[in-house]
Antibody
Framework: QVQLVQSGAEVKKPGASVKVSCKAS????????MHWVRQAPGHGLEWLGW????????KYAQNFQGRVTMTRDTSISTAYMDLSRLRSDDTAVYYC?????????WGQGTLVAVSS | QAVVTQEPSLTVSPGGTVTLTCGSS?????????PYWFQQKPGQAPRTLIY???NKHSWTPARFSGSLLGGKAALTLSGAQPEDEAEYYC?????????FGGGTKLTVL
């Protein structure tokens, strides 16, 4: 069974950056795109982008262009999502998701809280 | 960026049938938007029910089905169960970028 284990909760100040990791196991990491999705408290799902772990190609949501960077380290089967210039409305649970049909498997989520 | 629109809330009686829909600000929804439907219960990660308009995963209950209806993507629940009470989200693809709908809170009452 595919497993995605994300890094722990983070508390950041406005203007800072955060890097969330997503360690994949029990499948070939380069076989499936990795998507990142977030959910602010009491709000809906928001797609941030994807990375192709094989090539490193990325595609980001228009709303996050210039602020989000997705990378991967194939040697340790881990994907990363870096969000810069954090604002209070970036407070959310951030998920990674992957699979043969893209969203089959989800990480447990990482809470990023932005507060002064 | 396109906007995807869902009914904010719907109610269905146990055993009843309900259809949730998703529209796109860019026009009619087609199979080329590769519609997905997700179910999310409180405190849990979303779970994919339907992908590519109408395809089900092995874990998708048979009572859920996906289609295109009147220029929108549709999720039909036939024979609602109490455990189907949840938030439902659709997702469309726009040339590789994805956009979620705002979600539909489904109450089984």
């Amino acid at each position: 069974q595919v497993q995605l284990v994300q890094s722990g909760a983070e508390v950041k100040k406005p203007g800072a950056s955060v890097k969330v990791s997503c360690k994949a196991s029990r499948y070939i990491f380069t076989a499936y795109y990795m998507h990142w999705v977030r959910q602010a408290p009491g709000h809906g799902l928001e797609w941030l982008g994807w990375i192709n772990p094989n090539s490193g190609d990325t595609k980001y949501a228009q709303n996050f262009q210039g602020r989000v960077t997705m990378t991967r380290d194939t040697s340790i089967s881990t994907a990363y999502m870096d969000l810069s210039r954090l604002r209070s409305d970036d407070t959310a649970v951030y998920y990674c998701a992957t699979g043969g049909t893209y969203f089959d498997y989800w990480g447990q989520g990482t809470l990023v809280a932005v507060s002064s | 960026q396109a906007v995807v629109t869902q009914e904010p809330s719907l109610t269905v009686s146990p055993g009843g049938t309900v259809t949730l829909t998703c529209g796109s600000s860019t026009g009619a929804v087609t199979s080329g938007h590769y519609p997905y439907w997700f179910q999310q219960k409180p405190g849990q990660a979303p779970r994919t029910l339907i992908y590519d308009t109408s395809n089900k995963h092995s874990w998708t209950p048979a009572r859920f089905s996906g289609s295109l209806l009147g220029g929108k993507a549709a999720l039909t629940l036939s024979g609602a169960q109490p455990e189907d009470e949840a938030e439902y989200y659709c997702l469309f693809s726009y040339s590789g970028a994805r956009v979620f709908g705002g979600g539909t809170k489904l109450t089984v009452l």
